[in-house]
Structures are given as structure tokens and as C-alpha cells.
């Protein structure tokens, strides 16, 4: 299977802290997402960083990337109640026909 | 208010039955897709279009068929010979066409088996 693998699965956190997440892949790539989803709806896009790119911030966000490792972090910084969701990472292969695959998603929780 | 909408919220399917799950969207987008979420599991891509009367089937086609017959509309339906169908399903739309950069999602339809 090429699908991404996320770290951890789980995160719990105090608000106001920051979160780091973590997304590993197996092969070469041209871009990779990162998207929110709240329980029982659906999945909302955040960011996408390009395989010539290394950092991109969105907001309280920040993402980087490093192919020669093939893994992305995902920086949420001052997280808050509502940032309780689960997060996961995207990734679209190169080759022809290539479609997003993504990972399991990682579950953060922020307490009030 | 331009976004995708997925109906039923929730359906109930029972044995030997077909059902069907409604996918719309006012994007103007070329690309459409239907994804399968099982609990702790990640997407796995069931059809995508990425044209009108065209469509592809993806990593879990078998057990379901598609249609694209109207740019706005890409309905799913889950046949009988899809012995697992308990699941999220999710439909997504994206634009230029043939581009997977930044795909748009509905609120999910859970299908459950009575």
C-alpha cells in the first residue's frame, strides 16, 4: 500500500500549547495536504506544500516537508478547544493518474 | 453558497436491497470522487470522474457502480454485492480537472445495514 502513515494516532494537549504532527510516505511524490476533519462530518483542506517546497505557513499553521526523509510535520501553534479534531495527510504520487491517498489520520484533542 | 451536498445524513440498508447515495455540488468542478471511511481508517477511494460520462473505478470498486451523467451530480449506489457496506461515505469534488489539489468534501452519508 503507498497510503501515508501518521504520527502519533492520538494527541492530547492543554490549550494554548502547540501540536506537531507527524506524516510519512513511501514514494516520490508532487505534493502532500493536510486535512481537518470533525467528528462525523466531512474533511476540510488546510494546506498543501509542493515537492519544491519546504515550509509553508497558513494562520497558526505551519507545514514542512522533507523528501529526503519523505515525511511532513504539521505545527498547529496556541492550539484551542476547537482545534479537537482529527487531522490527516494527503499525498499524490507522481506517476500518470495518480490520485490522493491518505493516511489514517491522527486524533488531537485540546482541553479547555 | 457554492459547496458539495451529500444526502441522506444516514441511511439504512437491508439485506439483498440496492441504495443509492446522493452526491451534488455548485463548484463548476470537472473532478468528482467517493470515498469510503471506516472507524481509525483513513479514505480509500472507491470512483472518481474526472468528466461528464466518464468516470473510473478506484482502490474498493467492487460491490458499487457510479454515474455521471450532469456535471453537479455523481451518485453512488451500493449493490447487494457489497457484502460490508457499513461504513462513512464520503464525495468530494475538485477543479482544474484531473488535479488533486485541494479536493472539496460533503458532510458524509453513514450507511448502516439493518
Known amino acids: 500500500s503507498q497510503q501515508g502513515e501518521e504520527d502519533p494516532q492520538a494527541l492530547s494537549i492543554q490549550e494554548g500549547e502547540n501540536a506537531t504532527m507527524n506524516c510519512s510516505y513511501k514514494t516520490s511524490i508532487n505534493n502532500l495536504q493536510w486535512y481537518r476533519q470533525n467528528s462525523g462530518r466531512g474533511l476540510v483542506h488546510l494546506i498543501l506544500i509542493r515537492s519544491n517546497e519546504r515550509e509553508k505557513h497558513s494562520g497558526r499553521l505551519r507545514v514542512t516537508l522533507d523528501t529526503s526523509k519523505k515525511s511532513s510535520s504539521l505545527l498547529i501553534t496556541a492550539s484551542r478547544a476547537a482545534d479537537t479534531a482529527s487531522y490527516f495527510c494527503a499525498t499524490e504520487y507522481t506517476g500518470a493518474n495518480s490520485k490522493l491517498t491518505f493516511g489514517k489520520g491522527i486524533t488531537l484533542s485540546v482541553r479547555p | 453558497d457554492g459547496g458539495i451536498t451529500q444526502s441522506p445524513k444516514y441511511l439504512f440498508r437491508k439485506e439483498g436491497q440496492n441504495v443509492t447515495l446522493s452526491c451534488e455540488q455548485n463548484l463548476n468542478h470537472d473532478a468528482m470522487y467517493w470515498y469510503r471511511q471506516d472507524p481509525g481508517q483513513g479514505l480509500r477511494l472507491i470512483y472518481y470522474?474526472?468528466?461528464?460520462?466518464?468516470?473510473q473505478k478506484g482502490d474498493i470498486a467492487e460491490g458499487y457502480s457510479v454515474s455521471r451523467e450532469k456535471k453537479e451530480s455523481f451518485p453512488l449506489t451500493v449493490t447487494s454485492a457489497q457484502k460490508n457496506p457499513t461504513a462513512f461515505y464520503l464525495c468530494a469534488s475538485s477543479n482544474p480537472r484531473g488535479s488533486n489539489e485541494k479536493l472539496f468534501f460533503g458532510s458524509g452519508t453513514q450507511l448502516s445495514v439493518l
Open positions: 470522474s474526472q468528466i461528464v460520462n466518464d468516470f
